[in-house]
């Protein structure tokens, strides 16, 4: 690691929660509702706090790490500074792959609201979701690598409308939802299905937490860390799941369960229309549009940081993270993001990439917490967090059996790909890397 | 700290890297006598990270700036460099600005004359620290000043340019080679730009970025690259 120049931090706060909510807030409202709610009825709202407490178990534990290791990389350098490099070969694979299979899903949600587009106009074509959603990948693989003007400013404004939009959505809806406006109920039992259904369903949206720790991964370009990085994990976590209990609150009190499932990805678009006419139902069709795209990017971008944490300590070969001279872009990375994003989306299967992608993750967060336990205990010279985790080891602790434990409510399927995918990494591992030593190791 | 009191000290020189602008030997006598920050910012888009570019670039673009340092040393200078991998070259030439405490910041143009200099001056708040970095830097008996104000409409007739030409005369300057020009337009930047095309070398005074500045540049950046000559920017920001 050669260590030349200095290195400007330039996200503030805004833009450090811009990326949190940003990558978040694409699915758990503009996806999910219908297919959470013909899953677990008015009780999906508590698979939705169910996936923000997780995902708060683990921003705290995060937090303190990245302020003790500020640098690129977020988990896979956590878990490979204080655990090694097997564990951390398959978390950084994790996390590469798993944005890879949260880029295809949010994708294949943009699929679904063009579609809706384009059947509002009536223009009389009717492209299929997976070739809009294959092109789009293709595009916006694309643009991230010849695009050289920063869409950073972009994607702020981007999410600074969509809260707009939201909030007014959502103050409508909560009044209309608690009978002030004398709109009518669907009363309907708190769990129809049961109890199962409630962890089965935060198992499958749980992808819309999968924002928070790409704060992490860019951890070294936050100005004052200290204090940015914990407030913005934390933040956007309780932000976003704030937002996705009162979507789904409103959604299951103007609609049945069974009719919000029928409506499927873009269920909320009806629900809108229901409270605030066509003109909300245009909103959060644009919105839609907005916030998928967002986090696909936003996505494809995190993918790529993560190939470049490995290959500097040579887990994968150096090309991987090779710069183009002209657009100065981490060309390869990218495609290796792109490429398999638009493969994955001729799969389709949108709740199997949602729960592949959560599991990738959860994989990370368990261990994230398991690697702050390891070092509150070792204690090494150089752990000197900024940020100290509350109720360490109970917090974390249970943070990581959270995080292993919510895997257990997924498909087979879903268990079999991610499994499968982890265990190519420590294959990987054993083959190309079982002799690297870290270059900077720590402990 | 009284105005009359300043000497200029530190002066930033605002290096684009890959390809470092040169600065011409005329250029290089003026500065033999500062302490010379050469600040070579490396501009990376936000799918890049920094450390990244850094890994790739970060050997080759110290031996570019080590080069432009060398020139300098031997004209007398005292150099420091500093290469920076950055999303925001704007806040980061403000970040080390204040953190060296510079007087001034020089945009680079190899452009080998220094005869003809141009000085506008939006106001007369900061007329001789202007007056004073002027006559430090250019103490060549061939050089003539062109002060430039740019009344834009509706402004009052207050008189900008007489106080500097007065503190420049006070300081020892012939008033034979300091010109006096008024100009009446709306679009300042348009006017100084205009201006700037039969000058050598440009002093003025900072200015806030404004919003048109991100987008197109600041408007010393503008100069530099539409103009083709070397600019100065006089830091007037209160101190740290």
Redesign the interface.
């Known amino acids: ?8 931090r ?1 996200l503030g706060l805004p833009q450090a929660l811009a990326i949190g909510i940003g990558t978040m807030v694409g699915a758990g409202i503009f996806v999910f509702p219908g297919l959470a709610a013909g899953q677990a009825g008015p009780a999906a709202t508590l698979s939705f706090a169910i996936g923000a407490g997780i995902a708060l178990l683990v921003a705290l534990p995060t937090s303190e790490l990245a302020t003790a290791m500020p ?2 990389g977020g988990g896979y350098y956590f878990v490979s500074r204080s655990m090694g490099t097997l564990l951390g070969t398959m978390v950084g694979v994790g996390q590469w792959m798993g944005l890879v299979f949260a880029s295809a899903f949010y994708l294949m949600g943009f699929g679904h609201y063009l579609v809706d587009i384009v059947a509002a106009l009536d223009l009389g074509v009717d492209i299929p979701v997976t070739t809009i959603a294959f092109v789009t990948a293709l595009v916006l693989t694309g643009i ?2 010849t ?6 400013d972009l994607q702020n404004i981007i999410v600074g409308v969509l809260l707009a939009l939201l909030a007014g959505f959502l103050g409508h809806g909560l009044l209309d939802a608690l009978g002030v406006l004398g709109g009518e109920q669907v009363p309907e039992t708190f769990a129809p299905y049961g109890t199962l259904p409630v962890f089965t369903t935060a198992a499958l949206v749980f992808t819309s937490y999968l924002g928070f720790a790409q704060i992490a991964t ?1 951890a ?2 936050i100005k004052n860390p200290a204090r940015n990085l914990p407030l913005a994990m934390v933040g956007s976590v309780v932000l976003v799941g704030l937002l996705y209990v009162l979507t789904i609150f409103i959604s299951t009190s103007v609609f049945s369960s069974e009719a919000l499932a029928e409506l499927g990805e873009t269920a909320i678009v009806a629900v809108s229309r229901d409270i605030a006419g066509p003109i909300g139902a245009v909103a959060i069709l644009i919105g839609g549009l907005l916030a998928t795209l967002s986090s696909a990017n936003a996505s494809i ?1 995190s993918s ?2 993560s190939v ?1 944490a490995l290959s ?1 300590d040579a887990l994968v070969p150096d090309a991987t ?3 183009n001279k002209r ?4 060309h390869v990375a ?1 495609l290796l993001a792109g490429g398999p994003i638009a493969a994955l989306i001729l799969f389709g299967r949108v709740e199997v990439l949602a729960e592949v992608a959560s599991l990738l993750h959860l994989f990370m967060y368990g261990l994230m917490c398991v690697a702050l336990l390891l070092l509150r205990h070792h204690d090494p010279n150089w752990y000197e967090p900024d940020f100290t985790c509350p109720a360490s080891p109970w917090l974390p602790a249970l943070g990581a059996i959270a995080s292993f434990g919510l895997v257990a409510f997924m498909q087979p399927l879903s268990i079999g790909l991610g499994a499968g995918l982890l265990a190519a990494a420590a294959i990987w591992y054993r083959v190309y890397a079982y002799d690297v030593s870290l270059k900077d190791e720590r402990a | 700290m009284p105005e009359s009191d300043f000497t200029p000290q530190t002066i930033l020189i605002d290096v684009s890297l890959p390809e470092a602008a040169a600065l011409s030997d005329e250029l290089i006598a003026l500065l033999g006598s500062l302490h010379v920050v050469l600040v070579g910012w490396f501009e990376v888009p936000e799918q890049t990270s920094a450390a990244q570019a850094n890994d790739q670039f970060g050997r080759e673009m110290n031996e570019r700036l080590d080069v432009l340092a060398g020139v300098l040393r031997e004209a007398g200078a005292a150099v420091e460099t500093r290469l920076v991998f950055t999303g925001n070259p704007l806040d980061t030439m403000e970040r080390i600005s204040a953190e060296v405490d510079s007087d001034a910041v020089l945009i680079p143009y190899a452009h080998d004359r220094v005869e003809k200099v141009l000085v506008p001056l939006r106001d007369a708040r900061h007329a001789d620290r202007i007056a004073t970095f002027v006559n430090h830097l250019v103490q060549t008996d061939t050089a003539s000043f062109t002060l430039l104000h740019v009344r834009e409409e509706g402004e009052t007739d207050a008189d900008v340019l007489t106080p500097v030409a007065e503190s420049l005369t006070t300081i020892g300057m012939d008033s034979s080679v300091i010109e006096k020009r008024l100009v009446d337009a709306n679009d300042p930047a348009a006017a100084i730009l205009d201006a700037a095309h039969d000058h050598d070398l440009v002093v003025m005074g900072e200015s806030e970025p404004a919003a048109r500045d991100i987008l197109f540049g600041t408007v010393p950046e503008r100069i530099a690259r539409n103009a083709n000559i070397p600019v100065i920017m006089v830091r007037t920001h209160s101190k740290a």
Request: net charge neutral; glycine share 12%.
């Open positions: 690691m050669s260590q030349q120049g200095e290195l400007e330039t640098e690129s991230s690598i695009g050289t003007k920063n869409t950073g860019v070294g370009e971008l790529s940081r470049y500097r993270a090779n710069i657009y100065r872009t981490p990218l």
